[in-house]
Structure formats: structure tokens, C-alpha cells
């Protein structure tokens, strides 16, 4: 069983719809959580971090639950500009230990 | 804003050369790391430091080796470059305390012919 493990997708949505993305993590000690959008032949970079208590960043919410392990993203009303891979991670013993997940691809339609 | 910087975005090398990557960081970040990306493999650690002249194994370490001699600059050396480390190379940093985000490099695409 892979550490950090999403769904690749693709997701195909059009403009303005709401898309959420989900991510499970093998590791219970984990303490650190992100989500990075990474576009093609570029860098990840960081979307935001994710909290026990949830948080949100416009359009992006995130919520972390971890009793089941589970980290989610959602994406309201869609731009085209959010088309992009998605990366889940996590992060153990003090960020020296971080599992990169392998991404679920976005594709927003007009 | 954090500012990872790196020396080249793309580099074409031949099998047997020493390659150098160079990546600085302006945010007086403790830790630092190097990945190489493959299609289908995702971000795999090669190297990482917490702090200057220290240095630890990541995941696949074979083939590489790093130095860290200023906290802002760490560097991946390829002691005989072969075609199997033909990649996109990024680096990233952090802080040592907090929740411990990454920040990327743009990246290095390294093609050893």
C-alpha cells in the first residue's frame, strides 16, 4: 500500500462546477498536511496547508480528518486557470520524512 | 516571499561527466532537500539537510552526492552522470520549525546523452 495515495483522475469538469479531491495517508504519526498544485513542466507549489480544524482559501477548502486518515481539497466554481495536477502531502518527524502523493489531474473546460 | 533559486533550467551532460546543481534559498530556511521527478514515479527525495555541512539519505541516493557548505546553498553533484539519471531535478527548502511547507526550485532538466 502506497504511503500517500490519490486518485489520478483525470477529472474533466467545466467552468464554475465544484470539484473535490480526496487523499488517504498510511502513516498515523503524520503531522504536517498539504496540498500543492503542480502545472505541467513546472514546479509544485504550495495551494495551502491543512489544518485539524479545517481551512479556507477562497474557492479552496481543505479539511483533515484524522481518525481515518483522510485529507480532501475542494475546488468551487472552477476556473480554467485551476487546471493543473493536484499533490497531496505529508509530512513526519518534524518535515524530514515527506511523502509526496502522486496527484490527481485537473481539467477545466470552458 | 520565499525565493528558491537554481543554476541552470535545462543542462544537456554526457554519460561519464561530474554534473553540479546549485540551488539557493534566500529565506534563511534550515532544511533543504533535492528530488528528481519521472513521469509515472513522482517526486522521489534524493538528499536532504538539516543544516549546514549535515546531510542525510533520502530514498535514492545511489549515484548522487551532495555538499552544503552555507546554510542558503545547497548543491547535487553527479559524480559520472548515466542516461538512467536523465530527469527533471528540483530542490526545495523549509523552515526547522512551524509546519514545516516546502518551497520549490523552478527545476533543472538534466538530459545525459
Known amino acids: 500500500r502506497k504511503e500517500v495515495e490519490q486518485d489520478p483522475g483525470p477529472f474533466n469538469v467545466p467552468e464554475g462546477a465544484t470539484v473535490a479531491f480526496n487523499c488517504t495517508y498510511s502513516?498515523?504519526?503524520?503531522?504536517?498536511f498539504f496540498w500543492y498544485r503542480q502545472d505541467c513542466r513546472k514546479e509544485p507549489k504550495l495551494l495551502m496547508s491543512v489544518y485539524s480544524s479545517g481551512n479556507e482559501d477562497g474557492r479552496f477548502t481543505a479539511q483533515l480528518n484524522r481518525a481515518s486518515q483522510y485529507i480532501s481539497l475542494l475546488i468551487r466554481d472552477s476556473k480554467l486557470s485551476d487546471s493543473a495536477t493536484y499533490l497531496c502531502?505529508?509530512?513526519?518527524?518534524?518535515?524530514?520524512?515527506?511523502?509526496f502523493g502522486a496527484g490527481t489531474r485537473l481539467f477545466v473546460k470552458a | 516571499d520565499v525565493k528558491v533559486t537554481q543554476s541552470s533550467r535545462y543542462l544537456v551532460k554526457r554519460t561519464g561527466e561530474k554534473v553540479f546543481l546549485e540551488c539557493v534559498q534566500d529565506?534563511?530556511?534550515?532544511?533543504m532537500f533535492w528530488y528528481r521527478q519521472d513521469p509515472g514515479l513522482g517526486l522521489r527525495l534524493i538528499y536532504f539537510?538539516?543544516?549546514?555541512?549535515?546531510?542525510e539519505k533520502g530514498d535514492i541516493p545511489e549515484g548522487y552526492s551532495v555538499s552544503r557548505e552555507k546554510k542558503e546553498r545547497f548543491s547535487l553533484i553527479l559524480e559520472s552522470a548515466s542516461t538512467n539519471q536523465t530527469s527533471m531535478y528540483l530542490c526545495?527548502?523549509?523552515?526547522?520549525?512551524?509546519?514545516?511547507?516546502?518551497?520549490f526550485g523552478p527545476g533543472t532538466r538534466l538530459t545525459v546523452l
Open positions: 539537510s538539516y543544516d549546514v555541512k549535515m546531510k
Open positions: 529565506m534563511d530556511h534550515e532544511n
Open positions: 502513516n498515523s504519526a503524520s503531522q504536517s
Open positions: 526545495a527548502s523549509s523552515t526547522g520549525t512551524g509546519d514545516f511547507a516546502q518551497y
Open positions: 502531502v505529508v509530512s513526519v518527524t518534524g518535515g524530514f520524512k515527506t511523502i
